[in-house]
């Protein structure tokens, strides 16, 4: 399962970085590589620092300590222009965090009008494409409150893909859905990683990260404990932490 | 919203464990009742009203010309004072809510300075007495000043809508504040990694969310200001107030004084109720949809 296509070159690359909150430790000498088109999961018990990872990834939250590369440039570097990190990246919310007073379509649309300033028929267009894309044709004027989480989810998606990302990183994206809705969106993003984009996943989906992930990471307390090809972490892990989460949760 | 909540309570449990209840007699829009509210309140007012009037005339010493007809003849312009306090209400509201809205958003600016200078003026004007605050604009101000050789008139009427706009404006500024604090972090968040700059984020992603949550304690704030306004009567200032007083003054008849305050009362009562009714009504609506 694992190669079902060319990786590339590295796009991710995270080295020695850590993470404190006050005095609290949230990552420690975490490194890790996603190579374009890799599709990667990362999985854990809660407060292992998973979000905060993905979160650090984007410039959201800035790291204490290391490096992070996307696509060769420094995400932590005071100068570097956050507009072009942005558009490398995108990140889908396990809240999905729609815009409630626009629109399905004005909320696909908004950042490339407004911070890429494109050309309005022609993000529109592409906004209209990509809803057709995640399953929601017939949900273009609805607003966010009308909308099953499953299909704001895919919205979500939809939205930053129209800022056409290098990676996107999905942080628990299924975690408040019911397991009807939760397929659609596991749906939409297994499609997205067979087309070849580089997706980060932090995700407590075991089934989908064995299905569909090139490469699973598992991190507890603030540390990747092990990393492996889905088969073989999850079919032989090595380390006894990992033994134990997967004991409970598989 | 207190029905709707004991029915949904209702439904969970097993019905047929519960007694049976008739629905309450009361109509479930909640809108019947305030209007019959409303009507009492107006019934009520109108019979103090008549009464007051009543009494005038039997304690009228020497008996001189009817109570109704004094006050007919003052009612016009006990009205146009009246309405002038509307204007100074409109206008101080106008400015203060301008001036309230960027002190507001200053109070959440990044910005430590700005962020404190801003929270320090708006505690300061919110926490003192407005009658204090409008004698200082009365007798800080220039009656006059000149601008390019032009002299420019800076009468009473202009001193007390600054005057009365400062509290307004540190009022505004609160409600500013909680209304963008009351956004969800997560708007930011998503707005932030789809790169809009904070500017951006602001005007286009939080304040229309909270511009809806604003409105209501805005309403509230504007009749509160509107019934104050009557304060400009102490600097001198020709509002209802004090032609009510001068009206009175020239009668000098104090047995007319309970009808004719209660006239202008009444006007103020006829202007700021509505306004409240509102409020709740936009209140529960939002209520409903968030």
Redesign the interface.
Known sequence: MASRHELGEPVVVVEGVEKSFGALKVLKDVALTVRRGETVCIIGPSGSGKSTLLRCI?G?VPISKGSIKLAGREVNDKNLD??SL??DV??V?Q?Y?????KNALQNVM??PI??LKQDKAEVEARARKLLAKVGLSDKLSTYP?ELSGGQQQRV?IA??LA?NPKVMLFDEVTAALDPETKKEVLVTIQDLAAEGMTCILVTHEMGFAREVADHVYFTDGGLIVEHAAPAELFGNPREERTKAFLDKVL | MSKAATHSKASTDLPVLLPFRAPAPISPSGLASPMLLGGATLAAFAILFGASLALAQVTARPPGESAVTVLLRWAPLIFQGFLFNILISFLSMALGSAVGVLVGIAQVSLVAPVRKLAWGLTQFFRNAPWLVLLFYAMFLLPFEFRVFGLTIAFPAWVKAIIGLALPVAANVSEIVRGGIRSIPSGQWESAEALAFTRRQTMWMIILPQAFKRMIPPWMNLYAILTMATTLISVVGIQDGLTITRAALVAESRPELMIPMYLLLLLMFFAYCYPIARATLALERRFNVKA
Request: no cysteine; charged share 15%; net charge positive.
């Open positions: 984007n959201l956050k507009l942005r558009r995108g990140i919310f809240q965090n729609l815009f409630p007073h908004m950042a407004h911070v409150g979500a939205r930053s800022m």
